[in-house]
């Protein structure tokens, strides 16, 4: 599975749009790009993933760039219970096992 | 649904003690999987099943470290014995079939003194 490269921390203000970057310059073509969630002291969530179109569900907006090579995870009113640590992950889907690599995230402190 | 069960919460332990970490997945799931989390080394990845077949094990740290899935409602990791470097939270997630959505428990949070 290809690897993503993430900046460490990011902050946003209350309300305002987070816009999580995600570099996965060697993606290859079968490999879709995920993101999960982690807040403090509890299990990763799932928050959304996709291959080549943009995609949007309740939570947040992913945008990939037309290579691929890199893409954005945006939380388009970002509040306090957003301050979590962002994993972007790339990886075929249904790879017979099923199994995610999670590299050191983005920790994004999301202030009032 | 309840979501994935783990218990217990939370473990302190002795060194040398054997350790057992239990996991309910969520009904109807058939993949199961157990990571580990530490500050050092992050979110890794110990083993995982599916249909309660273990599958791949390559995480697994050491020989002192066994995982089962006697059927599809739950699963056990020992650690036997365990040595102070254990400490860590431990996951457990679960997912269905071809779904790429894994559901992950709130963790053990395992100290050995």
């Known amino acids: 599975d290809a690897k993503t490269t993430q900046p460490p921390s990011m902050d946003c203000a209350e309300g305002r749009a987070a816009n999580l970057p995600c570099n996965h310059s060697t993606i290859s073509g079968n490999e879709y790009v995920y993101w999960y969630r982690q807040i403090h002291s509890q299990g990763p969530q799932y928050i959304i993933h996709g291959l080549k179109n943009n995609e949007t569900n309740e939570m947040a907006s992913l945008i990939i760039t037309e290579d691929r090579k890199s893409s954005t995870l945006i939380l388009p009113h970002a509040t306090l219970r957003d301050t979590a640590v962002y994993y972007c992950i790339v990886r075929v889907w249904g790879n017979a096992g099923n199994m995610l690599t999670f590299g050191g995230g983005t920790r994004l402190m999301v202030k009032p | 649904d309840a979501g994935v069960i783990q218990s217990p919460r939370h473990e302190v332990t002795e060194m040398g003690q054997e350790v057992t970490l239990r996991c309910k997945p969520i009904s109807g799931h058939n993949s199961l999987f157990w990571y580990r989390q530490t500050m050092m080394r992050g979110l890794e990845l110990l083993i995982y099943?599916?249909?309660?077949?273990?599958?791949?094990d390559s995480g697994m740290p050491e020989d002192r470290f066994s995982a089962k899935m006697p059927n599809a409602s739950f699963s056990t990791l020992k650690i036997q014995p365990s040595e102070p470097r254990d400490s860590a939270v431990y996951f457990c997630a679960s997912s269905f079939g071809r779904s790429e959505t894994q559901y992950f428990g709130p963790g053990t949070r395992l100290l050995v003194l």
């Open positions: 099943f599916n249909n309660n077949v273990p599958i791949d």
